[in-house]
Antibody
Framework: QVQLEQSGAEVKKPGASVKVSCKAS????????LHWVRQAPGQGLEWLGL????????RFSRKFQDRVSLTRDTSTNTAYMEMNNLRPDDTAIYYC???????????????WGQGTLVTVSS | DIRLTQSPSTLSASVGDRVTITCRAS??????LAWYQQKPGEAPKLLIY???VLESGVPSRFSGSGSGTDFTLTISSLQPGDSATYYC?????FGQGTKVEIK
């Protein structure tokens, strides 16, 4: 069965960086785009970007394109989201989620990781 | 950028009620809209995509309709387990959410 297993909670100081991992299993990793979505406490969902694990191509929300990088390791079927220059309002649960369609993006997110809480506080 | 506006923000209904949530896009998006359900402490769950296509395993009491700029999610007979927040989504944009509570 499809599973996305994310790394554990992080506590960071303002200005620091964080790297969250998302290990995929149960399907062909390179065939499905992975998206990253975050949710601040008590707030709605916010899309950060996506990666095509097959070739490593990425696309970002304009809001995050200067501070977020998305990478993948096809040898371990793991995707990574790194955010730089963290601010307190980056405190949120960060999710990875798999696209519904093969070899493309519909932006319909069928499988989700369990989420990783990133807390930014001095 | 496309904006999605959901209404209402919160609704309270009784078990068995028919519930409708609307999502309005700031510009034409054809039928490229999805609906998600999120329960507290859980990741979102895809319910409907392409405006009206039910995701596998989703109960048939959920349905979606609309095209262009106006969309609806309907729960035909509200069940206790449907208490959740519902989000519409178009590509990289999500609506602000509608919280559904059971009376």
């Amino acid at each position: 069965q499809v599973q996305l297993e994310q790394s554990g909670a992080e506590v960071k100081k303002p200005g620091a960086s964080v790297k969250v991992s998302c290990k995929a299993s149960g399907y062909t990793f390179s065939a499905y785009y992975l998206h990253w979505v975050r949710q601040a406490p008590g707030q709605g969902l916010e899309w950060l970007g996506l990666i095509n694990p097959g070739v490593g191509a990425t696309r970002f929300s304009r809001k995050f394109q200067d501070r977020v990088s998305l990478t993948r390791d096809t040898s371990t079927n793991t995707a990574y989201m790194e955010m730089n220059n963290l601010r307190p309002d980056d405190t949120a649960i960060y999710y990875c989620a798999r696209d519904r369609v093969v070899d493309g993006t519909s932006a319909y997110l069928t499988f989700w990781g369990q989420g990783t809480l990133v807390t930014v506080s001095s | 950028d496309i904006r999605l506006t959901q209404s209402p923000s919160t609704l309270s209904a009784s078990v068995g009620d028919r519930v409708t949530i609307t999502c309005r896009a700031s510009q034409y998006i054809s039928d490229w809209l999805a609906w998600y359900q999120q329960k507290p402490g859980e990741a979102p769950k895809l319910l409907i995509y392409r405006s009206s296509v039910l995701e596998s395993g989703v109960p048939s009491r959920f349905s979606g309709s609309g095209s262009g700029t106006d969309f609806t999610l309907t729960i035909s007979s509200l069940q206790p387990g449907d208490s959740a927040t519902y989000y519409c989504q178009q590509s990289e944009t999500f609506g602000q959410g509608t919280k559904v509570e059971i009376k």
